[in-house]
């Protein structure tokens, strides 16, 4: 996930709306304000390759579930092993895509910086374990209708600009007997796309699903070195053929990263593949920080491909 | 022995003026003399419910804690608290953080379990957070490994333990919710257990919820306390399931309604459920509670959850006191 910390202002304009202080347009205004901000955080950090920050987003899951018929947010949840909860999408009856769920704040992101700016998705797999399917009883059919609403939304999102869109699939390493289903999936979300699809994975190992996941109809992917330094190896010695975004920086631990550990990680990638198929990340959103600690780790992110003299395609947030 | 005793699992909501007052004192508006009276008038009133509604074995209520790991990260050496940390939406709490080696300086629970157990005859339990949960909910900047650091918090926790078993507690429960959030680290949540209870006279408990149980059953028989205290209520009993396909070794308390849920369930909703945790437990290992603690709820939902527990457990109980003993084997 690419969630950014929210900023103590939008906070307090959030408590305020919820006191009925301030109207919805000032709150709206204090969104784009906010991903404004983020966005020129992220620039003056150096990074390169830019989120909208998911600011308006509880969870991975709720904004997409809010557009789609079938679908409504349930109860909140433990997410994965972090001390944080979401809203688990109950599913009612058929998935249908309603309309863009993540479009406008892409565009509001896009249009306040000439650097690209990557979209974020969640992928089937993980909206499919995360939810509690009380229509489909059945999890290759829910996750197929999943997967067509994620196709027309990726569809919106091409529409709109974005050069990347990145599929979030935490919940992938734990399912290793459903890795070809979730091949299917991502063969119906970037079915007809000219833009670029990648895949995410983190919170969980994927050693034991790497062979088949290396094979996915995607062009970037994205893997956790930080908490699982052993993944590296898995990369570098099989590299999937495309583009690899390295997350070197851990998102869970507020322990700032020296420098030159992250450049040796940095150079070896590059040396196994070349400059321009290596970019540098933090493992996870950064939800899971402080905001100071997040600006902090992403400078810290981009000296460190600084140190690697540029031999890099660049620093992604995530 | 009293079958089906029934228990809470921890925390109690906090009355309004003591809301206000944790807030005047964040202000450094009220001191923390002024503060500490309220927490223990608010401690005669958990235990006072408690009585009134006949539960067996009692808590504090936690009216002195705020969250089940800054608590405990505030009084030990070698822990900081975090810049807010999201966790949910615009909810956020301050997470702690391990900036050196973690130390105990005083007994952190001492002083109000010694204070509710003195005002009650029933045994109150004393009540600590334990090592893997503490390690999973902190920020690590000091320890080199996820492992150094539990085992680290196992040596502070058990010097707690101690202290409690030493001013007389006889149930001390060590809190794990978080242990099934990373399967393949079981094992060393289980040698930090090791080092918190082992040789403890006090019984032994451990509560752990909102996990998936299915991923460290039965493997979770291993971890070396007496009774687990588990939910059930809140996934429809599926933990039933479980127990049917390898049998529960340890005592349990059952967790029979939803801490999280306003609605209240029914008598006969409670019983059923009880009745269904029979088909696979015996009676003699089987406590009665609610899912998870009751901080969430209002005191009078807490009230009516509590009431409605040690009703259906007083007809279970009814119930298998008119049933005929079977027959011993000669």
């Not at chain 1, 784009?32 to 955080?41: D, G, H, L, P, S």
């Not at chain 2, 997470?95 to 300086?105: D, L, M, N, S, T």
Request: hydrophobic residues 40%; aromatic residues 6%; contains cysteine.
């Amino acid at each position: 996930m690419s969630d950014a910390p929210l900023p103590v202002n939008l906070r307090q304009m959030l408590h305020k709306h919820d006191r009925r202080e301030i109207s919805d347009a000032e709150l709206e205004h204090a969104y784009e304000a906010t991903i404004t901000r983020i966005v020129n955080e992220q620039e003056s950090a150096g990074i390169d390759l830019l989120t909208d920050g998911q600011i308006r987003w509880d969870d991975l899951l709720t904004p997409i579930t809010r557009q789609l018929d079938g679908a409504k947010p349930g109860g909140l949840l433990r997410y994965f092993d972090n001390n944080v909860y979401y809203r688990h999408p109950v599913i009612q009856g058929p998935i249908r895509w309603r309309g863009p769920a993540t479009v406008d704040d892409y565009r509001t992101a896009a249009g306040a910086t000439r650097r690209p700016v990557k979209a974020v998705l969640p992928g089937p797999i993980t909206y499919a374990v995360l939810a509690e399917d009380r229509a489909y009883k059945n999890f290759e059919m829910l996750a197929r209708a999943v997967s067509e609403a994620l196709h027309q939304e990726a569809l919106a999102l091409q529409e709109a600009g974005a050069p990347l869109i990145q599929i979030d699939e935490p919940a992938l390493g734990g399912q290793p007997a459903r890795l070809a289903l979730a091949r299917a999936c991502m063969e119906t979300i970037a079915r007809g796309l000219k833009t670029k699809v990648g895949i995410a994975t983190y919170f969980k190992p994927v050693q034991e699903i790497w062979t088949g996941l290396r094979a996915f109809p995607v062009q970037v992917w994205q893997v956790d070195v930080a908490d699982r330094p052993a993944q590296l190896d898995m990369v570098l010695n099989a590299p999937p053929d495309g583009e690899v975004v390295f997350g070197c920086m851990d998102a869970r631990n507020t322990r700032l990263e020296e420098r030159d550990t992250l450049a040796r990680t940095l150079e070896r990638a590059t040396d196994r593949l070349g400059a321009d198929r290596v970019w540098a990340s933090p493992n996870a959103g950064l939800e899971f920080l402080p905001h100071a600690t997040a600006q902090k780790k992403m400078a810290r992110l981009a000296e460190a491909v600084g140190a690697v003299n540029g031999r890099t395609a660049g620093t992604a947030a995530r | 022995m009293k079958l089906l005793q029934t228990t809470s699992v921890g925390s109690f909501p906090k009355p309004d003026y003591l809301v206000s007052a944790r807030n005047l004192y964040a202000k450094s508006q009220l001191s923390r003399e002024e503060l500490g009276e309220l927490e223990k008038k608010a401690t005669r009133e958990v235990i006072a419910l408690q009585e009134r509604l006949g539960l067996d074995i009692l808590v504090d209520g936690e009216m002195e804690r705020g969250d089940m790991t800054a608590f405990f990260a505030e009084q030990l050496e070698g822990m900081g608290i975090s810049g807010l940390v999201r966790s949910y939406g615009n909810r956020y709490y301050r997470k702690p953080i391990v900036v050196g080696p973690i130390r105990r300086v005083k007994p952190m629970t001492v002083p109000m379990y010694q204070f509710a157990q003195s005002l009650t005859e029933k045994p109150v339990k004393g009540m600590l957070t334990g090592p893997y949960t503490m390690t999973d909910w902190s920020f690590n900047e000091h320890y080199p490994s996820r492992r150094d650091t539990i085992l680290a918090f196992a040596q502070v926790i058990r010097e707690e333990a101690e202290d409690l078993q030493r001013a007389g507690a006889r149930y001390i429960q060590i809190d794990e919710p978080a242990l099934s959030t990373r399967p393949d680290e079981l094992p060393v949540a289980i040698e930090a257990m090791h080092i918190v209870t082992d040789g403890l006279k006090a019984k032994t408990i451990s509560h752990m919820c909102y996990g998936d149980f299915d991923t460290i059953y039965p493997g979770l028989l291993e971890l070396p306390v007496q009774q687990l205290d588990l939910e059930a209520a809140n996934n429809d009993f599926a933990l039933i399931e479980l127990i049917r396909k390898h049998p529960f070794t340890k005592e349990i308390a059952l967790g029979v309604v939803d801490s999280h849920d306003h609605r209240i369930e029914t008598k006969d909703e409670v019983v059923a459920g009880i009745h269904r945790a029979l088909e696979v437990l015996r009676p003699e290992q089987v406590w009665i509670d609610p899912d998870c603690g009751l901080k969430t709820r209002s005191w009078q939902e807490a009230e009516r959850k509590l009431a409605v527990i040690v009703e259906a457990a007083n007809q279970v109980r009814e119930e298998l006191s008119k049933k005929p003993k079977p027959a011993k084997a000669r």
